[in-house]
Nanobody, 123 residues
Framework: QVQLVESGGGLVQAGDSLRLSCAAS????????MGWFRQAPGKEREFIAA????????SYADSVKGRFTISRDNAANTVYLQMNSLKPEDTAVYYC????????????????WGQGTQVTVSS
């Protein structure tokens, strides 16, 4: 069982940066691949980034590639999403997720989810 809690969201202006954190409970955190997804009002949940259990492999959606960076600290049971050059279209609730499939890009491939953190980017 893994419990996830996101933090770090907020209201920023276009071009600003934010770093989201996802704190995990449980001693098996390092066994899980981790992902970040987002969901805007009226839209489906969208894959953003994923990282392998070791942190050695990552994957990104084209919409954020070059602007967002996913990382993890297994000693701290935390995964991060550094978001730079934010755009209004990045506005959404951001979720972290844990799953045993490495670099999963579909929501159904993840077993555990956080409650989400709101990111709002004004123009």
């Amino acid at each position: 069982q893994v419990q996830l809690v996101e933090s770090g969201g907020g209201l920023v202006q276009a071009g600003d940066s934010l770093r989201l954190s996802c704190a995990a409970s449980g001693r098996t955190f390092s066994l899980y691949g981790m992902g970040w997804f987002r969901q805007a009002p009226g839209k489906e949940r969208e894959f953003i980034a994923a990282i392998s259990w070791s942190g050695g492999s990552t994957s990104y959606a084209d919409s954020v590639k070059g602007r967002f960076t996913i990382s993890r600290d297994n000693a701290a049971n935390t995964v991060y999403l550094q978001m730079n050059s934010l755009k209004p279209e990045d506005t959404a609730v951001y979720y972290c997720a844990a799953g045993l499939l490495v670099l999963g890009v579909k929501a159904g491939q993840y077993d555990y989810w956080g409650q989400g953190t709101q990111v709002t980017v004004s123009s």
